[in-house]
């Protein structure tokens, strides 16, 4: 049975086409601002197969999604995550997908780029946080930028397009974001920078770490001379165009002015819970009506009615009065 054409619509009008799979919580790195150093994963006997996960996005591709991006955790650490990227590639083939992407830290890229090209994908994003190889190492606390370097060099030479996804950290990267532009546009990658967003018990003091974009605008914007411009890639960031190097800049602020009138995406755990907004407790599992039948029809009408109480925002705050994260989960549970 296909639900073709039953496009998902939640109640502000927004059309539900943009669909972010966490297929796994695991990550090869241990960012500071992410997680805790002695992170707790999920047993694996919770986690959605592979074959589960393929039908699971089948379905919401039938219900009207277009876009789909994998991510973790981090994605490619999922054992055998290529035969998932090969199977959700029939969808581009067929035409009903029009893009299938994913955001990594680009540990694993140089094994995995020219596959990911051959299925079809297109462009990725990259999260670094800086080019100092020390500094890398301290916030991710065991990761190797020459790993990461030679990831992207292999991404390159595959042919994909690559984005640069920065958080931006007071008194960590704030001062090298310049040099960090430079170098992305220099190689014609797109740089976007991210506020720092309040999710799950951490081991710094996030209120520490903190950056607002506007103050991160304004000091760029005495070196740079910047255009708002009115590119999507179909996620939250506003562009801007940098005259000086011909590059395009995104700036996601989640917190300084958030972007939910527009939000148009959803977000799948790896145990198939359902995420309608990033920063609230509003999930609903999927995997439950997933196992129950092997049609469809149970899974398709639990999208709806998770889709039918989307709400309007999120309610992301960073003080030093709360010190709680707005959500409980880490940011590696739903994916960003």
Known sequence: MSFAGSSMIDPFGRSISYLRVSVTDRCDFRCTYCMAEDMAFLPKKDLLSLEELDRLCTVFIEKGVKKLRLTGGEPLVRKNIMHLVRQLSRHLDSGALEELTLTTNGSQL???????????????????????????????????????????????????????????????????????????????????????????????????????????????????????????????????????????MGFITPLTHNFCESCNRVRLTCTGMLYMCLGQNDDADLRAPLRASEGNELLSNAIDEAIGRKPKGHDFVIDRRTRRPAVARHMSVTGG
């Open 110 to 248: 140089a094994r995995f780029a020219q596959e990911l090209a051959d299925c079809g994908v297109k462009r990725i994003n990259v999260s670094l946080d800086t080019l100092d190889p020390d500094k890398f190492r301290t916030i991710t606390r065991w990761g190797d930028l020459s790993k990461v370097m030679a990831g992207i060099e292999a991404a390159e030479a595959a042919g994909l397009k690559i984005k640069i996804n920065a958080v931006a950290l007071k008194g960590f990267n704030d001062t090298e974001l310049p040099e960090m532009l430079r170098w992305a546009h220099g190689r014609g990658m797109d740089l976007t920078v991210i506020e720092t967003m309040p999710m799950g018990e951490i081991d710094a003091d996030r209120t520490d770490q903190y950056l607002p974009l506007s103050q991160l605008r304004a000091d760029l914007e005495r070196r740079f001379t910047l255009t708002d411009i009115p590119y999507k890639t179909g996620g939250p960031a506003r562009y801007v165009e940098v005259a000086e190097t011909g590059g395009r």
